[in-house]
């Protein structure tokens, strides 16, 4: 059985859950709506406060898919009413973000400012050295802030680029000079 799969997902005050036809699944809650379409041979039952997930079979996919489902559902329903953010910092001489509307300005020490418009539904902010990009969706959260962070990833040397604020840099010794 699946340890993850099988847990019930609970649904808080203020949170809205519907399954439609073939499994889309629709969450509303405080901060927004999600609605995904989830695999159709797992079996989707909302029961006194809960959203439970059972799978038809032990075949090695559908333990797969039973997993996954519960926890794209649990994510679904933590983002509508929660939210979800990312924290990165910016390090290096030189290195700067700036927000102007919905627009996020990096300079990362190449010959032009890297701009980045936000996608729809998700929010960055910029306090010094920090970008915060929250919203709803924990896949769209973490794609955004992926992007962001491959415009300059960090180096081992100096630790210079962005990193997400919870990163360790494993560090390398640099060269030595001759004697």
């Not at 999600?34 to 809960?50: F, Q, T, Y």
């Not at 997930?53 to 559908?62: A, L």
């Not at 996608?119 to 709803?136: F, L, Q, Y």
Request: aromatic share 4%; glycine share 12%; hydrophobic share 35%.
């Amino acid at each position: 059985m699946s340890r993850i799969g099988r847990l019930p997902v609970a649904i808080p005050a203020g949170v809205e859950v519907k399954i439609a036809e073939g499994n889309v699944v629709t969450v509303k809650g405080p901060k927004g709506t999600l609605e995904r379409a989830l695999p159709i041979e797992m079996e989707i039952k909302v029961e006194d406060g809960h959203v439970v997930v059972t799978r038809p079979n032990d075949v090695k996919r559908m333990k797969a898919l039973h997993g996954l489902t519960r926890s794209l559902i649990h994510n679904m329903v933590i983002g509508v009413s929660e939210g979800y953010k990312k924290v990165l910092e910016v390090n290096g001489v030189g290195y700067r973000a700036a927000k102007q509307g919905n627009k996020l300005t990096l300079n990362l020490g190449y010959s032009h400012p890297v701009e980045m418009i936000d996608p729809e539904g998700i929010e960055s902010a910029v306090d010094g050295n920090k970008i915060t990009v929250s919203g709803i969706s924990k896949e769209k959260v973490g794609q955004y802030a992926a992007e962001i962070r491959d415009k300059r990833r960090p180096e081992p040397y100096k630790g210079k680029g962005i990193k997400y604020a919870d990163e360790v840099i494993r560090r390398k010794v640099g060269k030595t000079g001759k004697k």
